[in-house]
Nanobody, 119 residues
Framework: VQLQASGGGLVQAGGSLRLSCAAS????????VGWFRQAPGKEREFVAA?????KYAEFVKGRFSISRDNAKNTVNLQMNSLKPEDTAVYYC????????????????WGRGTQVTVSS
């Protein structure tokens, strides 16, 4: 499975962005897909994941929404009410099993997309 994240950019606080993760592979629908982020000087952290169910980090609940279109092999992350602390490189990853907040649960990783939120 190859993954490509896109949709990042510069946005003002309170604004919105929609990230997309495009995947190759006919069995993509059987994989859990997660979004992680890494800010400068910080460790990578879990944001959201989707399989048959969804899972969110506490700090994005009510602001971010993950959705997937298996027919198009894409998983989207709608990010609303963005805050400067959401600034990071966002990565999508795929792995077998249920949605997980642990990066070690994911076998495949795409290149990240930069999200910058100005105050």
């Amino acid at each position: 499975v190859q993954l490509q994240a896109s949709g990042g950019g510069l946005v003002q606080a309170g604004g919105s962005l929609r990230l997309s993760c495009a995947a190759s592979g006919r069995t993509f629908g059987t994989y859990a897909v997660g979004w992680f982020r890494q800010a400068p000087g910080k460790e990578r952290e879990f944001v959201a994941a989707s399989s048959g169910s969804t899972k969110y980090a506490e700090f994005v609940k009510g602001r971010f929404s993950i959705s997937r279109d298996n027919a198009k092999n894409t998983v989207n992350l709608q990010m609303n009410s963005l805050k400067p602390e959401d600034t990071a490189v966002y990565y999508c990853a795929a792995g077998r099993g249920p949605p997980s907040s642990f990066s070690r649960s994911y076998e495949y990783w795409g290149r990240g997309t930069q999200v910058t939120v100005s105050s």
